[in-house]
């Protein structure tokens, strides 16, 4: 059963989905630009077998605030004071694209809160040529304020987010779409060179990996959390 509730982080209302043995390890899942917590219904049952699975709304997305207020190290900020308020001394961590860009600032600056780290089709903090993104029509499930705001950032990380992957000391699967992702393939390799206990494999159904292969994405990202590896703890930075 899914239960979704809220938490206060710092004065902003985050929503979450919760699912699995509440005395389970605790997997939480960070979503891509403009999705929410919903986004993860097709593999979240099977990560919740074993996992207390926690499903976020990042702030501007789905049923958490809307602040006007966004930046990548606000989102990251928010995510840290959610495990803070949940009591989550550390944690297993999958983010998707953006969210992934979210999980590996956080594992960088704090790596002794996470324990495995998954990016799924993340791109590595380089430099890229910037694009304006048109707003879609209609009534949205996100703050389009929010989508200029992190676009900047990822057209321009700051540079020390590349340098810092060398300080995330989770072991970290870096999934990538392949050829038919437009997120490019060299840069998430880069990401799994540069992380100390990075690898890479590569499931090719484009971007959206966990939309159009759950059934193989859960068996991975299964098989890599539940090594003999993820009982001993997290080398030490």
């Known amino acids: 059963m899914v239960d979704h509730r809220s938490v206060d982080v710092g004065g902003i209302r985050l929503a979450y989905q919760v699912s699995g043995p509440p005395d389970a390890p605790p997997l939480v899942l960070i979503h891509?630009?403009?999705?929410?917590?919903?986004?993860?219904?097709?593999?979240?049952?099977?990560l919740a077998r074993s996992r207390r699975v926690y499903a976020l709304d990042l702030r501007g997305h789905g049923r958490s605030d809307w602040p006007g207020d966004y930046s990548l190290e606000l989102m990251r900020a928010d995510v840290l004071r959610f495990l803070d308020a949940l009591g989550l001394d550390?944690?297993?961590?999958?983010?998707?694209?953006?969210?992934?860009?979210?999980?590996?600032?956080?594992?960088?600056?704090?790596?002794?809160?996470?324990?495995?780290?998954?990016l799924e089709d993340a791109p590595v903090p380089r430099p890229r040529e910037?694009?304006?993104?048109?707003?879609?029509?209609?009534?949205?499930?996100?703050?389009w304020e929010m989508v200029p705001a992190v676009r900047r950032q990822i057209d321009q990380p700051d540079p020390g987010w590349l340098e810092r992957?060398?300080?995330?000391?989770?072991?970290?699967?870096?999934?990538?779409?392949?050829?038919?992702?437009?997120?490019?393939?060299?840069?998430?390799?880069?990401?799994?060179?540069?992380i100390p206990g990075g690898h890479m494999a590569t499931i090719p159904v484009g971007h959206l990996i966990h939309h159009a292969a759950p059934k193989t994405f859960t068996e991975v990202v299964a098989a890599f959390l539940l090594t003999e590896e993820n009982i001993r703890p997290a080398r030490q930075p």
């Open 32 to 46: 891509a630009l403009g999705e929410d917590a919903s986004d993860w219904e097709q593999v979240a049952p099977a």
């Open 90 to 118: 550390r944690v297993d961590l999958i983010g998707h694209s953006l969210g992934g860009i979210v999980a590996y600032l956080l594992a960088q600056d704090h790596p002794q809160r996470v324990s495995r780290l998954v």
């Open 130 to 143: 910037p694009s304006t993104p048109a707003r879609p029509d209609g009534a949205l499930t996100f703050d």
């Open 165 to 194: 992957l060398s300080q995330i000391t989770a072991e970290t699967l870096v999934l990538a779409g392949g050829p038919r992702s437009h997120v490019p393939q060299d840069g998430v390799a880069e990401l799994a060179r540069r």
